[in-house]
């Protein structure tokens, strides 16, 4: 017996799930490509897309995943034989790093707990040991999704200026734009990267990079840009060059939909809404935890991100959790992934979500856990409940 018939419920930290408006706005014919509607449609995004890094400096689009943005990043700013210092804080920072080791760029990892975010400290020290300033750029990720953390990117800036390093600082905000505070100018950030599919609310295939002036100007002298990559030719008078090509136009129509619907709901809103949601998570999974077969895998409050919340499941297999929800229940939750597969569960809370579906998605994991007679705290989802009836006012 299941009572899993119904809309799936898909709490994976990307692809997020579509709004209904998104989806709506991509069924549609195609349409000229070299005139009209697609040239204000590609200005106006390229207009408004620096508005959600907060940044004065440049944004571009490309036809890619997070992976492709991370390569634009790349390519645009480092040369052969530069020197990168990846900050590790779950698989997507090293992955990031391992992309730009196959590029010709000599990588160094600063290690780091899987369960903490990078330390600040530890950053300044390794630059002020780095007297000649081999290292060219920093690479980190503002929220990892495969540990959970968010990492204090204002703090990591202090650590580069006070080691007095000149090295760009690169950041992955693909689990964070549209989700947290990222504020890349205020921050001194150089090069920001995201992806359309998880806080931006549209299907992969489009990849965003952001740079500001420095960056730019670093760029001129770049020996790694390609055609397609290339910002120089992306900045190209002709439509073409935007896209290098043809544009992925319907997800276009989707993300230009999708950025609509964050501006008129606000950003700030926006960024409330998940730290309520995430909040909430946090309450339900603190309350199983008493059970000790459970624990969040950030141990530091502040260190958790409000994208995802990765719950370690202490000597147990999760496949048994996951499998509950999803054939029960109908509810896909997000499964562990590099040092934590096998390990730990994930819990998104990101994109086009609301109190119902979290509390949904929550409501189905403490069912698994009773069914399956997994140790746990009861009163989870009341927990979750109680706070958001607290914090969100009549």
């Known amino acids: 017996m299941t009572v899993a018939n119904g809309r799936v419920f898909l709490s994976i930290p990307g692809p997020t799930n579509i709004p209904d408006a998104v989806i709506q706005a991509m069924t549609r014919p195609a349409i000229d490509l070299y005139t009209g509607e697609m040239l204000g449609l590609t200005e106006g995004l390229l207009n408004d897309l620096p508005k ?27 040369s052969r034989g530069d020197k990168v210092l990846v900050l ?3 698989r997507f920072a090293i992955g990031w790093g391992e992309m730009a ?6 990588t160094e990892l600063l290690p780091q707990d899987i369960r903490r975010a990078v ?6 020290e390794r ?36 080691a007095k390093h000149p090295a760009l600082l690169m950041v992955d905000t693909v689990a964070s734009l549209g989700c947290m505070p990222f504020e890349m100018d205020a921050w001194g950030v150089d090069v920001a990267m995201a992806g359309s599919q998880k806080g931006l609310m549209t299907p992969p295939g489009i990849a965003l990079v952001a740079a500001n002036a420095r960056a730019r100007e ?25 896209y290098c090509g043809t544009p992925p136009m319907h997800t276009v129509f989707g993300l230009r939909k999708a950025i609509d619907m964050i501006f008129a709901e606000g950003l700030d809103n926006v960024i409330r809404r998940h730290a309520l ?26 260190e958790r991100s409000n994208s995802i919340t990765n719950v370690l499941t202490m000597n147990r297999d999760p496949k048994i959790i996951l499998d509950y929800c999803h054939e029960k229940c109908g ?24 109190a119902p579906m979290v509390l949904g998605t929550l409501g189905a994991i403490e069912m698994a856990l009773k069914a399956l007679k997994i140790p746990h705290g009861s009163g989870g989802v009341s927990a979750a409940i109680d706070y958001l009836g607290q914090e969100v006012a009549a």
Do not use: C
């Open 88 to 90: 590790e804080s779950g």
């Open 277 to 302: 949601l995430a909040e909430a998570t946090r309450r339900a999974v603190s309350r199983w935890e008493e059970g000790q077969a459970l624990a969040m895998n950030i141990v530091n409050p502040a």
């Open 127 to 162: 630059l002020a040991k780095d007297k000649g300033h081999s290292i060219k750029a920093i690479l980190v990720v503002q929220i990892d999704t495969a540990s959970g953390v968010v990492n204090d990117i204002p703090a990591i800036r202090k650590a580069i200026d006070s």
């Open 331 to 354: 509810v896909v939750v997000g499964h562990g992934i590099g040092q934590l597969s096998g390990k730990a569960f994930r819990i998104a809370h990101m994109g086009h979500t609301n």
């Open 119 to 124: 330390d600040p400290a530890a950053v300044a």
């Open 52 to 78: 959600l890094f907060r940044t004065k400096g440049r944004a571009y689009i490309y036809a890619a995943n997070g992976h492709g943005g991370w390569e634009a990043a790349l390519t645009n700013v480092l």
């Open 218 to 242: 670093v760029h001129k002298t770049a020996n790694l840009r390609t055609n397609y990559w290339d910002w120089t030719a992306r900045e190209g008078n002709e439509h073409y060059n935007k």
């Open 101 to 106: 080791k196959t590029m010709g760029v000599e």
